[in-house]
């Protein structure tokens, strides 16, 4: 049962975590009028329903769990970044009720990690030509969509973000362990490195390293 609740915004509020080996442990000030929590969780900036949210994909937690164990504790798996959607519920008949709070603060928005993506680049010889092959090498610990990724070209000197020099697209995914791309043709002169296409974005999930 899910009931709206103007006045159960504040019973779960400052939620925190912190990540210990392969579990994050989870704390939250618990107002003394909450017997137990249901807990939703789905990935970061998905949209969520409430009214098509089923029973099997929330976890009841009750107060004496919390008490016992100090915090509520998950294992992590991969990488990412999930949201923690913490509702209060009220006892109806010794059933709980979820209450569904106005404001965002039994929200919270937990980082597991950034998957590492290493590169670097093999040059062709050619001795007589301005010109020479090269195949970049990736390393990645998880699969990568190929809009995520892009390489920047830039004649003389390294280019130092996505829009110094020209830009390429990565024309399909990424798999997870090594990965050489086909080999292109640049001139000797030329520099080439990899960027995100929006580090903002993307720089919450992986971690790009130049071997």
Known sequence: MIRMDETSD??????????????????????DSVPCVYIYK???????????????????????????????????EGFGKNTYRIFPCALDNGKPVMLIPEGDQHIAHVNSGRAKIYYSFKRGRSWFSSYQSLQIRIFSETPIPKEVLCYV??????????????????????????????????????????????????????????E
């Open 10 to 31: 504040l019973l779960i509020k400052d939620i925190t975590y912190r990540l210990q080996g392969n579990e994050c442990i989870m704390n939250w000030h618990w107002a």
């Open 42 to 76: 789905s990935p970061f900036g998905e949209p969520v329903d409430l009214a098509e949210i089923t029973e099997k994909q929330l976890k009841l937690y009750t107060r004496e769990e919390y008490k016992a164990k100090k915090g509520y504790f998950e294992v992590v």
């Open 153 to 210: 070209k830039k004649e003389g000197s390294s280019p130092i973000n996505k829009d110094d020099g020209v830009q390429y697209s990565f024309l399909r995914d990424i798999e997870p362990g090594v990965t050489i791309m086909p080999e292109v043709e640049i001139k000797k002169k030329d520099f080439i490195r990899l960027f995100f296409t929006d580090g903002k974005k993307y720089g919450e999930f992986y971690e790009l390293i130049p």
